[in-house]
């Protein structure tokens, strides 16, 4: 085994190896977490891999989502029973073995407001209902994801006081699973696929790619190389068109708001609240880990070239905050809101008129050419969606599929609850570097002002952003503040941090 630290030297080197002509068995292009999932399963089979990425680890669109590692009720709620269970069966998964360090159980309170009729909330608490038996049908126990149930208007006001209490007849509390961060589970995936032996090379633009290999550019430099490989998986999500033309995918936009910490007073649980006049839309505003609350979620089609990086609409902002404050007193305004972000997702075109009513299924392709897509679904079942595409790309090659590993493969940093609580750090550090969290602590040893925030109001420390530096693969300011670390979703604390970002790529060189 490899091991696991990405660094500028690395990369470097190894594009070089790609570049004299070393053919790997398996290229997957686009490094979000379908395809630094693909890479973990075909290096943890034995195979060579290289994966690339023409921006950075969690780039596109798996660092803009909800940070839900979800059972799927929405799917339940469409008769979608088969999603469902396949989304709280990758949930278990991951909760118990692969990233426990990175995922908590998020408790949210749907409140049965005046606006809430008798007949919907009887229907939410039978989707919770079946949710919790899907959640035992997948083997996750309720120590780690506890049962629904209903509470008092009391204990709605405990959970999120800032609720409008009015008419309140209490409420539905229900769990699931909570990243703390979706760029870091991405991080994590590709450190371990490079600990079992894969190159993993962020700013390599893919420009063209057969079933023999691509051609690529090194966006640092602005070389052109050619990657040869015995077979080929596109993962390049919401992009995955412009490599395989077969692909039809209908882009639609999902926006979040990011409030100050206290906008909606000292809030423990989610919140979540039905669209007025929709039956199976709803709002949420999510508690997060630093304080923060992520206000989402619209589901706007997208029409036209594919931006980098998405912008919310000023209608959207207005949509988030008008549909919380049917349900919240007083109700946050423009001046509580110190970010937003957007991201597509990558829906394959159906017979469907809303893009909500898309289905999030995933689906895997090999184009005669023999290319395998792979496009769709849902980070939740990234690993699913790795398996399938590895299965068909080796299917594809006339080669035996062997076993798919990674369900038994704990992520770099994973350990169980016990073990964690085991670590000598704070439990700050422990959320996001699970076992390594000693090591990220240990970098402030000889320099003790890397133990510190890196600005007033920012928990990361100078340590934090070494580290993305000399393990994580971090090559500029901005891996460093918008996908190792988050302080970028409030361009303000960006502003703030940048000099120490700065630094950390100084301190290596980089
Ligand atoms: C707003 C929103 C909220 C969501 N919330 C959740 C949630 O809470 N839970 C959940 O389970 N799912 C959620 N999802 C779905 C989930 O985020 C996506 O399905 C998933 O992140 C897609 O990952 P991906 O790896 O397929 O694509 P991406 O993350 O977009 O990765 C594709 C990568 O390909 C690279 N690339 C593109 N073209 C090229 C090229 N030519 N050469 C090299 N590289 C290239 C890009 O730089 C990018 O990094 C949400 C989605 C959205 C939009």
Redesign the pocket.
């Known amino acids: 085994m490899t091991g696991t630290a990405l660094t500028a030297e690395r990369r470097g080197r190894e594009l070089a190896e790609l570049s004299a002509g070393t053919t790997v068995d398996l290229l997957v ?7 630094a999932g693909v890479a973990l399963d075909a290096a943890s089979r034995g195979l060579t891999v290289a994966a ?4 950075d680890l ?5 660092r ?7 059972g799927g009720l929405r799917y339940l709620a469409g008769g979608h029973l088969g999603l469902a269970y396949e989304s709280a069966v990758e949930r278990g998964i991951l909760l118990r073995t692969v990233a426990p360090h990175l995922i908590t159980a998020l408790p949210s309170v749907l409140p049965q407001t005046p606006l809430v009729s008798g007949g919907r909330a009887a229907l939410a608490r039978a989707g919770f209902a079946a949710g919790d038996a899907l959640r035992a049908a997948a083997h996750t126990p309720a120590a780690r994801l506890p049962r629904s149930r209903r509470i008092s208007p009391a204990e709605v006001t405990r959970l999120v006081p800032a609720v409008r209490r009015a008419g309140l007849r209490g409420g539905v509390l229900g769990w699931d699973g909570q990243l703390v961060d979706d760029a870091r589970l991405v991080v994590a995936l590709a450190r371990t696929a490079a600990g079992h032996g894969a190159r993993i090379l962020t700013r ?3 420009s063209e790619l057969h079933g023999g290999g691509a051609t690529v550019v090194d966006t640092l430099t602005g070389t052109e190389h050619q990657v040869r490989a015995r077979m080929v998986v596109n ?5 995955a068109d ?2 395989d033309p077969g692909v039809r995918l209908r882009p639609s936009r ?1 926006t ?1 708001l990011v409030l100050r910490p206290g906008a909606l007073g000292a809030q423990v649980a989610g919140l979540t609240i039905g669209v007025p006049g929709e039956t199976n839309r709803f709002v949420f505003a999510l508690p997060q880990p630093d304080g923060h609350i992520y206000l ?2 619209t589901d706007e089609p997208v029409d036209g070239p594919v931006p980098d990086v998405p912008e919310p609409s000023p209608a959207e902002r207005g949509f988030l905050l008008d549909v919380l404050a049917t349900a919240v007193d007083p109700a946050p305004t423009e001046d509580d809101v110190v970010g937003a972000f957007a ?4 829906l394959l075109a159906g017979g469907a008129d809303r893009t909500a009513d898309l289905s999030r299924r995933h689906a895997v392709r090999t184009s005669p050419g023999g290319v395998t897509t792979v ?1 769709g ?4 079942t990234y690993r699913r969606m790795a398996r399938d595409a590895v299965d068909a790309a080796l299917r594809a090659a006339g080669r035996p599929t062997g076993r798919c590993l990674t369900a038994r493969l704990p992520l770099v940093g994973a350990a169980p609850p016990e073990a964690l609580a085991r670590v000598a750090a704070p439990a700050r550090l422990v959320a996001r570097y699970g076992t390594e969290a000693a090591a990220v602590l240990a970098l402030a040893a000889d320099d003790p002002a890397l133990a510190r925030p890196v600005a007033d109001g920012i928990a990361v420390t100078g340590a934090e952003l070494v580290w993305a530096v000399q393990r994580e693969g971090a090559l500029d300011a901005g891996d460093v503040l918008d996908r190792r670390t988050r302080i970028g979703l409030v361009p303000a604390d960006r502003e703030r941090a940048l000099p120490a970002a700065r630094a950390a790529l100084a301190r290596a060189g980089a």
């Open positions: 292009v686009g490094l979000g977490v379908t395809g690339l990425d023409a921006h969690a780039f596109g669109t798996s803009w989502s909800s940070k839900l590692v979800h390599c633009r893919v993962a390049t999500g919401v992009w412009q490599l999902g979040h989402g979620l991201g597509l997702r990558p496009v679904g849902k980070l939740t």
